[in-house]
């Protein structure tokens, strides 16, 4: 992976808005990490990670409209749900099964993400299913302008997947249907080289997922996913793309899994500790805080000044979690069939 120069292109962005990313990277690292505590302290019965992946996901995520776009993420996307307006004492909700959670009302598995007014659709855990989701809802937009006659609704449907997920039947299936009917859909491949214990070369023949797009005829873009600034170029320039009609595009993202898979697997037994190490140093998040402050938009005391307040966030986000009740028993079928509830 290179090293990058974020800033180096025309991106649109300026301080506030680099200062904004930065915020909801460390935001999803704080309470990321916090997660891990609460599983080891036995609160928390399953975590999985978005470390390593917070640049990829906020940077795209930043590129999209809420409430406007339709967002189908997978489990590792907790910076993708912050940055579209889910709070972190949401989030807790969803961790420790609380009524409160905006997904299922804490009925779903943790890191299951789902938030009906902001348009992120819940997702299964039998991995990509989300994909063939968004190319029907893909369909629908196209649908309901081919029947207006003109454009009345340039929502994008933005879909993500790890590189493991990629290999599976239903995603090449959902990636071909989009690529013949043009559909407005975004495919964010959110590769970091393993799919639990398996390493990419046992999962593909090819070096880049993106290399498929060209088969399903559209366009393929290999992003170095610890570059903030260059997931929100790509991931604009598909949606504008998209919204004029022209059809997907397929982001890779190359990022680093800094955790093991879950909280219920140990990385150690498939990666040397010389390799462990070695992905430390493309963490996105120091990598960002660096550039940010060789470019005079953050210095050590904004940067403590930030932390603490992040740090509070997270604190009272537990707090509020855990004092929260759980589903009343009740209404345990709510939503599970079509009935009259
Ligand atoms: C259909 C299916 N097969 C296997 C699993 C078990 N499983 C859960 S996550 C995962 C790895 C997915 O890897 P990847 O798509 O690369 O995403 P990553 O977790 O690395 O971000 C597997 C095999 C599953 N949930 N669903």
Redesign the pocket.
Known sequence: MTDVQPGSVATGLDHGDLVAIYEKMLLARLLDERQWILNRQGKAPFVISCQGHEAAQVGSAYALTPGKDWILP?Y?DLGVVLTLGVTPSEVMMGLFARAGDPNSGGRQMPAHYGYRKLKIVTQS????TQVPHAVGIGLGIKIRNELAGRIVDDAVAWVS??????S?GEVHEAMNLAGIHRLPVIFVC?N?G???SVPQRMQMGIENVADRAAGYGFPGVVVDGGDPIACYEATLAAVERARRGEGPTLLEFKCV?LTP?SSDDNDRTYRTPEEIKAIRQHDPLARFAAYLQAEGILNEAREAELRERIKRLVNEATAAAEAAPPPDPATLLQHVYCGDQ
């Open positions: 997978y590792r855990s039998p991995t990509g997947f790890g590189e493991g997920t990629s599976q959110e970091n393993y799919a639990i899994r898979h």
